[in-house]
């Protein structure tokens, strides 16, 4: 299956959902991107980064990706990391989109990341369990 992780800038959340997923379901397909990649907010990838080597994976090559219809019509789930950000409509109606609710770590301390991180994992992982 080919699974898309969504958030805002694609520099947080969705990375790290992707690269939980990919770590522990190499199987299966993941990808993420963000609805606008162009205004990176006030998040540092660094802290993103080393909370992520905490748990045996390296992100320091991730890069933003913009979202696209074709990335969500070739995807058979679509989970959205956040409800209330505002998609566009061939994800807000479609029925292969999911979501969780995972706050923005943008502002946040490494603390405060490590916090969403785990969450993340916890739920790459139930959600697996859920439907397979």
Known sequence: MRFLFVCYHNLGRSPMAEYFFRKYYP???ARSA???VRNQGEISPILI???MKEKDID???HRSTQLTPK???DADKIIVLRRGILCPTY???SNKTIYWNIEDPKGSNVSDIRKVRDNIEEKVNNFFNEIF
């Open 59 to 61: 992100m320091k090559h």
């Open 49 to 51: 980064w080393q909370s």
């Open 34 to 36: 963000g609805i606008d």
């Open 71 to 73: 990335m969500a019509e």
């Open 91 to 93: 994800i807000l109606y």
């Open 27 to 29: 199987n299966h397909e």
